[in-house]
């Protein structure tokens, strides 16, 4: 259950990331990235050069003049565009909650038994069904037809009289 909370928030975090563009010009960024402030090691981004050309990838190391990667290198003077990969805060806590109540449903149906919407769960069939005692049915009185005598108590009156 451990490894499997760890994967689901690991997909989760992984999922809940963002490309965020870094604002400023070519020459801003390339100035911010020389002097060590806008990138680090461990950074994922994706840098669109001068020539139009998109490099994805995670920093290694960030040189007077170049940006490295595991295969790639690009040149400061070249970069255009900066986007780098940030976690989504929104997003993973809207994750991380509905995994929570996901594993509590679950939790819920293994340790208490789900009830299908359906209606109330079948029991199978009792094997040896006892028959009602007598005592406890209850008479029901048989419905008998009531007769009514009724006569006017005058004659503009609209009252009438009724025996049963």
């Not at 070519?26 to 990138?39: D, F, K, T, V, Y």
């Not at 109330?120 to 009185?141: D, E, N, Y």
Request: net charge positive; glycine share 8%; hydrophobic share 35%.
């Amino acid at each position: 259950m451990k490894r499997l909370t760890v994967l689901v928030l690991t997909i989760c975090l992984i999922g809940c990331t963002t490309l965020q563009p870094v604002p400023g010009s070519p020459a801003a960024l390339q100035q911010r990235i020389a002097s060590g402030e806008l990138l680090k090691r461990g950074d994922h981004v994706d840098i669109r050069t001068k020539d139009g050309r998109t490099h994805d990838f995670k920093v290694t190391s960030v040189g007077a003049s170049t940006i490295d990667g595991k295969h790639e290198s690009i040149s400061i003077d070249q970069v255009a565009v900066v986007q780098k990969r940030q976690i989504s805060a929104g997003k993973t806590v809207l994750a991380v909650g509905l995994i929570v109540v996901v594993a509590a449903v679950v939790t819920a149906c293994v340790v208490g038994g789900c009830r299908g919407s359906a209606g109330p769960p079948s029991r199978p069939p009792a094997r040896f069904a006892q028959p009602t005692p007598p005592q406890l049915l209850l008479p029901v009185p048989s419905p008998t037809p009531q007769v009514q005598t009724c006569t006017d108590t005058g004659s503009e009156s609209t009252l009438r009289r009724c025996e049963t």
